[in-house]
Every structure is written in structure tokens, then in C-alpha cells.
């Protein structure tokens, strides 16, 4: 008893450093988030940072930030404004990278230190989403990216299909081929 504890606690604390998932949880990927508009607001600067990170990125001019995939739990990402003259923070904008799209934010305004802003998604490895209303989205790059990623999703859909079909297909054919053997055999068993 006392063995199958130690490796049973040996197991918990190797799959804690691995950062292992539960078991049957699908892969997730990262993810891309594009920031436009920004020049277009005057009197704010604006900062990108993974919370609890040191690390801040000043976003002068439209840009587009990695969001690294999170191994389980979701990591957050912030942006925020401060105004240039009074030194006062605006609301911060969260960003969660957890089976999450791909994001283009397309700032509005600031108004009485809140950032206002439309955001729109686009397909990636983790979701497939409709994407009626990119021709807005300046970045033809990511645009391209996700179009390329929802075709990807729709052949592997139409792979499995596929797939899926000769499988009934051949198992019944050996069924129905098993079957006109066992009648055949008993058609000469009542013959002799």
C-alpha cells in the first residue's frame, strides 16, 4: 500500500510539472489578436501586456500581438490607455487565449476613460467562425490566414465523412457477404 502511494504522489506532482491536461481535452493553439484605430485616437497611449507579466508593449500603430496557447487554464492578456495629459488609466480590455479565435479589434474612442471598440473574429486552429463582415479588416494577411484555416476545418470534416462511409460501406459488405455464406452452407447442409 505504501508503494502504490508514493508512486501514486510521484504521478501527481510529474503531471503537475508537465503542465499535463486532463485526459480527452483537445489540443489548443494560440492565437492572434490585431489592434486598428490606434492612431486615430489622439491624446491616449496604449500598452499590451500578459497580466501578471513585467513585460508592457507600447502600441504606437496598428499591430498584431501573439497570444500563446494555455495548456489548460486560460492566460490573460490586457490593453489599456493612459491619457497623455492627465496621466489616468482607462479601463483595461481583457483577452482570454482559451479555444479562443483569432481577434481584430477595431478601436472607436475613449470616452470618460473607457476604451470603446468593435471586435470581430476569424477562424484559426481553435474555432472556426464566419467571417461575413472582414472586408473592413485592413490586415489581408490574417483575413487570408483564417480563410485558409476554415477550409483546412471543412476538408478534415469532409475527410471523416468520407472516411466514415467506406467504413459502413465495407462492413456491410462483409456482413451481407457472411450472411450469403451461412445460407449457402445450410442450403447444403439440407441437401445431403
Known amino acids: 500500500m505504501l ?6 504522489i510521484a504521478a501527481v506532482f510529474y503531471c503537475g510539472y508537465l503542465l499535463a491536461d486532463t485526459p480527452g481535452k483537445a489540443e489548443m ?12 485616437i489622439g491624446g491616449y497611449s496604449f500598452y499590451w501586456s500578459m497580466e501578471r507579466m513585467d513585460s508592457v508593449d507600447k502600441v504606437t500603430e ?6 500563446m496557447p494555455t495548456h489548460g487554464a486560460p492566460v490573460s492578456y490586457c490593453f489599456w490607455g493612459i491619457n497623455n495629459n492627465t496621466k489616468k488609466s482607462t479601463d483595461t480590455v481583457y483577452f482570454h487565449n482559451y479555444y479562443s479565435p483569432d481577434y481584430v479589434i477595431l478601436l472607436n474612442g475613449v470616452k470618460k476613460d ?3 471598440y ?10 472556426i467562425v464566419s467571417e461575413g463582415n472582414t472586408d473592413s479588416i485592413a490586415n ?13 476545418h471543412y476538408v478534415k470534416v469532409g475527410g471523416f465523412i468520407a472516411a466514415g462511409v467506406v467504413a459502413l460501406g465495407v462492413l456491410l459488405w462483409f ?3 457472411r450472411r450469403k455464406k451461412k445460407e449457402t452452407e445450410e442450403e447444403l447442409q439440407r441437401l445431403d
Open 3 to 8: 508503494k502504490k502511494t508514493i508512486t501514486f
Open 29 to 40: 493553439y494560440g492565437s492572434n489578436i490585431t489592434f486598428e484605430g490606434v492612431k486615430n
Open 62 to 67: 496598428d499591430a498584431t500581438f501573439y497570444m
Open 114 to 116: 473607457s476604451i470603446y
Open 118 to 127: 468593435t471586435q470581430k473574429e476569424l477562424s484559426n486552429a481553435n474555432s
Open 140 to 152: 489581408k494577411q490574417l483575413v487570408a490566414a483564417a480563410k485558409a484555416a476554415k477550409r483546412k
Open 175 to 177: 456482413f451481407v457477404r
